[in-house]
T-cell receptor
Framework: AQSVTQLDSHVSVSEGTPVLLRCNYS??????LFWYVQHPNKGLQLLLK??????LVKGINGFEAEFKKSETSFHLTKPSAHMSDAAEYFC????????????FGKGTHLIIQP | ETGVTQTPRHLVMGMTNKKSLKCEQH?????MYWYKQSAKKPLELMFV???????ENNSVPSRFSPECPNSSHLFLHLHTLQPEDSALYLC?????????????FGQGTRLTVV
């Protein structure tokens, strides 16, 4: 069984300040982890993924995430927020195994204050 | 543009209507998925197809009927829906099942049942 918990439903930061979106996961196997972003009325776009290679993963638009097995965390960060980063962010876990598909967190709504 | 195209983008239908959602991918992927995204709820996996065969059906009501005529196309046939079925329906594809590979999402169909 697998699950993912996004610890904040909403995060508000000022433009130009750092972003931290928190994610904890639970998995019986060695997981793959993903962050997706969804802008209003759009589909989901992959930001980055971890698949058992380097624990610090760099993604698009300046985002990165660090896989910490001891803490079962995969937090998403960005050094300096931009207005265009305002969106919904989803942490996703997959343990493989066939038709399990992906397990999504409930999402974190990122608000960027001017 | 992710390579996964969904039509229509918006659909309003009455409870007695029959309509179909269409998804098309030109990525050469073998697995395709339907997800339901409702307000304030995590994404729900509805159906999984691998090599045109259904491999998972997550207790979805029979008023939703999927069809996968070939590896590039996926349909979701709708009939006698209820207002609570109003949601964003997302199609996704991945190279194969197994979860180590990311899924690519379409932009979704916003369905409103009146």
């Amino acid at each position: 069984a697998q699950s993912v918990t996004q610890l904040d439903s909403h995060v508000s930061v000022s433009e130009g300040t750092p972003v931290l979106l928190r994610c904890n996961y639970s998995s019986s196997y060695s997981p793959s982890l993903f962050w997706y972003v969804q802008h209003p009325n759009k589909g989901l776009q992959l930001l980055l993924k971890y698949t058992s290679a380097a624990t610090l993963v760099k993604g698009i638009n300046g985002f990165e995430a660090e896989f910490k097995k001891s803490e079962t965390s995969f937090h998403l960060t960005k050094p300096s927020a931009h207005m265009s980063d305002a969106a919904e962010y989803f942490c996703v876990v997959s343990s493989g195994g066939g038709a399990d598909g992906l397990t999504f967190g409930k999402g974190t709504h990122l608000i960027i204050q001017p | 543009e992710t390579g996964v195209t969904q039509t229509p983008r918006h659909l309003v239908m009455g409870m007695t209507n029959k309509k179909s959602l269409k998804c098309e991918q030109h990525l050469g992927h073998n697995a395709m998925y339907w997800y339901k995204q409702s307000a304030k709820k995590p994404l729900e996996l509805m159906f999984v197809y691998s090599l045109e065969e259904r491999v998972e059906n997550n207790s979805v009501p029979s008023r939703f009927s999927p069809e996968c005529p070939n590896s590039s196309h996926l349909f979701l046939h709708l009939h006698t829906l209820q207002p609570e079925d109003s949601a964003l329906y997302l199609c996704a594809s991945s190279q194969d099942l197994g979860g180590k590979l990311e899924a690519f999402f379409g932009q979704g169909t916003r369905l409103t049942v009146v």
